[in-house]
């Protein structure tokens, strides 16, 4: 399971919490947030845009992106 699943499981988990407990209903919804968030940062790709494959003066690592090598932080 990667870093994003992981974290939807761990918010679905609060929620579940939240419908459990109304008396902390506020508290769990807002764990459930922050790891949506989570979630959010871990399903972010490293795209840095270029045309027709010129890379120009792009460091190694951004060019690598730009050609697919790297699709993840």
Same mark, same amino acid.
């Given at each position: 399971? &990667?870093?994003?699943?992981?974290? *939807?499981?761990? #918010?679905?988990?609060?929620?579940?919490? =939240? @419908?459990?407990?109304? !008396?902390?209903?506020?508290?769990?919804? &807002?764990?459930?947030?922050?790891? *949506?968030?989570? #979630?959010?940062?871990?399903?972010?790709? =490293? @795209?840095?845009?270029? !045309?027709?494959?010129?890379?120009?003066?792009?460091?190694?690592?951004?060019?690598?992106?730009?050609?697919?090598?790297?699709?993840?932080?």
């Amino acid at each position: 399971m &990667d870093r994003r699943t992981a974290c *939807l499981h761990q #918010a679905d988990a609060f929620r579940e919490k =939240a @419908i459990a407990d109304p !008396e902390q209903h506020d508290r769990w919804i &807002d764990e459930a947030i922050k790891w *949506l968030e989570r #979630a959010m940062e871990a399903g972010r790709c =490293a @795209i840095v845009p270029a !045309e027709d494959g010129d890379t120009g003066d792009l460091p190694e690592a951004a060019a690598d992106a730009q050609l697919g090598l790297i699709t993840r932080q």
